[in-house]
């Protein structure tokens, strides 16, 4: 069993921050990619990875902000996450 790991609100609020402000650029940059019909079509399932990458960095950053992480951590829509993050609530 590992030691016990704590970070401060502050440290977590702002890492929370960054990933939400990546989760914003990506998702810009799927939509500018999205407005070319070419791209769209040819790179569909590439853009629906670059969907997923934000989705999951805005739910990082719900998690990591939350009062009780761990909590929030239940309430995670990316189901892969999801089951990650439950994961750990056990080590």
């Known amino acids: 069993m590992s030691a016990p790991f704590s970070i401060s609100r502050g440290l977590a609020n ?3 921050d960054a990933l939400e402000a990546l989760s914003r650029d990506v998702e810009d940059l799927g939509a500018a ?3 070319d019909p070419s791209i769209a079509e040819r790179f569909l399932d590439q853009l629906q990875g670059i969907d997923r990458i934000a989705q999951t960095l ?3 950053a719900t998690v990591l902000r ?3 992480p761990e909590e929030a951590s239940n309430e995670v829509r990316v189901g892969d996450l999801q089951t990650r993050l ?3 609530h056990d080590v």
Request: hydrophobic share 45%.
């Open 66 to 68: 939350a009062p009780v």
């Open 58 to 60: 805005a739910q990082l």
């Open 33 to 35: 990619l999205c407005a």
């Open 14 to 16: 702002g890492a929370g």
């Open 86 to 88: 439950r994961q750990t």
